[in-house]
């Protein structure tokens, strides 16, 4: 079993549990012309509370969705009725999307026992189980954030690291992307990637909306050349798919890696920062 995932069955058996917080963590690109806040209010597991990755943001930045402040982070969920001592289950509309990025929030902020519902939304109702309409509201909780910086990375350290090469740099985006051969979603980036990074497209990390298992994971990551025992750093377009890396190296048996925040969206806007085509 992986300890970061729960079953549909388990979490059925969980409802109403006063420990017990559902986060709907649904975000889409717009190429998707999907709504996750709609679709939520729409139709969600009954209890769970809607995260916005874009709401509970750092707003001083033009970068999307990179982390607030720990006390900004903590308001934000305190008020959802979210503690740090919760058992807290994150769930996604796609299966495994921006649940992982929710997922790498809540451990970067202190939150004890988080996990992601294994298929997510579509699993969820493929067998039929209980849905509710409408803004579920919760008590107001106290969140006491600790930060866990070893599992950040801003622009400085992503400097150097790409300087000194002392941590291994995964990409998560498409092969297309990452060789610089199809131009990024976002207007003004450049297209390519950082020198030595090397690229496990988020795609080849799930099936049918579920994580693959430990013993896959480890054989993709052997394929591609990655030593699981070094330090690693994820990237993608703006940290959603590096989240969902991070959590494939973890369960595959990774003990240091980090997410850096403002990945390509970041990167790639800086004229002066060294790009790799190819």
């Not at 509370?49 to 969705?65: M, R």
């Not at 497209?201 to 591609?224: H, I, T």
Request: proline share 8%.
């Amino acid at each position: 079993m992986n300890p970061h995932l729960v079953s549909t069955d388990w979490l059925a058996s969980q409802i109403g549990a006063p420990d017990l917080s559902i986060i709907d963590g649904s975000w889409y690109m717009p190429a998707f012309n999907r709504s996750g806040g709609t679709e939520y209010l729409e139709r969600h597991i009954p209890g769970a509370v809607f995260f916005d990755i874009d709401g509970v943001a750092d707003k001083s930045t033009n970068l999307p969705h990179m982390l607030p402040t720990p006390e900004a982070f903590a308001a934000a969920v305190g008020a959802m009725g979210i503690s740090e001592t919760d058992r807290i289950v994150i769930y996604d509309g796609a299966g495994l999307g921006s649940s992982a990025r929710v997922w790498w929030t809540f451990r970067t902020m202190g939150a004890r026992s988080v996990q992601i519902l294994d298929g997510g939304l579509p699993k969820w109702l493929a067998e039929g189980r209980a849905i509710e309409a409408g803004a579920a509201a919760r008590p107001a909780k106290v969140f006491t954030p600790t930060f866990h910086p070893e599992l950040v990375v801003g622009l400085p350290e992503m400097r150097n690291l790409v300087a000194s090469g002392k941590k291994t740099i995964l990409d998560a985006r498409p092969a297309e992307r990452f060789k610089g051969e199809a131009p990024e979603p976002r207007p003004g980036l450049a297209s390519g990637h950082m020198p030595g990074a090397g690229n496990v497209p988020v795609g080849l990390l799930s099936a049918n909306g579920q994580l693959k298992s430990a013993d896959e994971l480890r054989a993709l990551f052997a394929e591609r050349g990655v030593d699981l025992s070094n330090p690693i750093v994820t990237s993608c377009g703006s940290g959603v798919t590096a989240s969902t890396l991070t959590l494939a190296l973890t369960t595959a048996g990774a003990q240091d890696v980090a997410v850096y925040d403002g990945s390509w969206s970041e990167w790639g806007s800086h004229p002066d920062l060294p790009v790799v085509k190819g």
